[in-house]
């Protein structure tokens, strides 16, 4: 199964929020995350990793995709 989140535009938390809320329901899998700020970058990067998750993060221009799977 494969999410992709758009979180791109959100500030903080929210990106954190929906990802948890994605990951929580998710026992394992990939979710793709797309954020355009650094601070939500490491956020979500954090949560993830905290929770078990690996995160490959891939900047295209001003914008990061965040590759979440377990």
């Known amino acids: ?4 989140i758009d979180a791109r535009g959100l500030l903080c938390p929210e990106p954190v929020l929906l990802t948890k809320r ?3 329901n998710l026992p394992g899998g990939s979710v793709q995350v797309l954020v355009d700020n ?4 490491e956020n979500v ?3 993830c990793v905290n929770k078990g998750w690996n995160v490959k993060v891939e900047q ?3 914008e990061y995709v965040l590759q979440i799977t377990r």
């Open 22 to 24: 994605a990951i929580d």
């Open 45 to 47: 990067t954090r949560l």
């Open 1 to 4: 199964m494969n999410n992709i």
């Open 38 to 41: 650094p601070a939500a970058r």
């Open 60 to 62: 295209r221009g001003s």
